[in-house]
């Protein structure tokens, strides 16, 4: 189930749309080499925001709760991605590491990591993906508390404007325990390497 409405646009109209960007660059879009471009860019849009065919709170919706009481905390981290800024459709590549303090039940792990690329295969703001991700887990789980960290480079600040290769942002959101007890969200970055320095 999607969370947004069925696109009325054809892929007739969107490769029609590539063209039109190719004449606008200068380029021949009847030129041999550019003739399958149009369907090539429209296939790879659809797998780049197939996120948007999907919610991300139905892969946390089938849960363990036998779990022999395990209580403490479950850290998935260096789940790498690969998204788009919204802003210029450039794109942002990074890792995500994500933890939950559970309840009575758990989710598996590969579910953390099917959401992290839901919501990263949208046009995004770094900081909205994060709280977002933050919030589906909070929401599918009611877990004691979540906490998502994710440090990602920006294309569109890296081949295009100030050039600045080499720089990635830090983002981060904390709920329940984690942003409540230091101890808590301590361990959760010594768990992922920040609070050393390592990436």
Partial sequence: MSEHEPSDVTREQAEEAVRTLLRWAGED???EGL???PRRVVKAYRDWFSGYQVDPGEYLRRTFEEVAGYDEMVVLRDIEFESHCEHHMAPIIGRAHVGYL???RVVGISKLARVVDAYARRFQVQEKMTAEI???IQENLNPVGVAVVIDASH???TTRGVHKRGVSMI?????GSFRDDARTRTEFLNFIGISRGVR
Avoid: G, W, Y
């Avoid at 983002?171 to 709920?175: D, K, R, Y």
């Fill in 102 to 104: 559970p309840t009575n």
């Fill in 29 to 31: 879009p009847q030129r």
């Fill in 134 to 136: 933050a919030r589906c």
């Fill in 171 to 175: 983002t981060s959101q904390m709920l």
């Fill in 155 to 157: 294309e569109c600040m």
């Fill in 35 to 37: 003739l399958d471009t």
